[in-house]
């Protein structure tokens, strides 16, 4: 079984930073992709950050330049770096991550959710 486990998060002021981190545990083989989704309230969960098994990275745009994602392969971790925070940053963070486990089948997991409120 594959769990996603989140950390950091929290209530931050305009123009701080914080950093999130998500491990992958459990039966892995490998992991296609992995990053974060967001969703605000009455918002749709959308994709803040993903980086692929080659290492591409895709951010959404209002991320881009503020928002950096990095992988340790030996933790199965990311980690979302968070800077020059907004109100609109305001969100449930998703961990996401396209698995294949050791049943050979490939799926999406996500984590739990971690609040992050960044105050005006």
């Known amino acids: 079984q594959v769990q996603l486990v989140e950390s950091g998060g929290g209530l931050v002021q305009a123009g701080g930073s914080l950093r999130l981190s998500c491990a992958a545990t459990?039966?892995?083989?490998?992991?296609?992709?992995m990053g974060w989704y967001r969703q605000g309230p009455g918002n749709r969960r959308d994709m803040v950050a993903l980086i692929n098994s080659g290492d591409r990275t895709n951010f959404m745009d209002s991320v881009k330049g503020r928002f950096t994602l990095s992988r340790d392969d030996a933790k199965n971790t990311v980690y979302l770096q968070m800077n020059s925070l907004k109100p609109e940053d305001t969100a449930l963070y998703y961990c996401?991550?396209?698995?294949?486990?050791?049943?050979?089948?490939?799926?999406?997991?996500w984590g739990q959710g971690t609040q992050v409120t960044v105050s005006s």
């Open positions: 996401f991550a396209l698995i294949q486990s050791t049943d050979n089948i490939l799926r999406n997991y």
């Open positions: 459990g039966s892995i083989v490998s992991i296609n992709s």
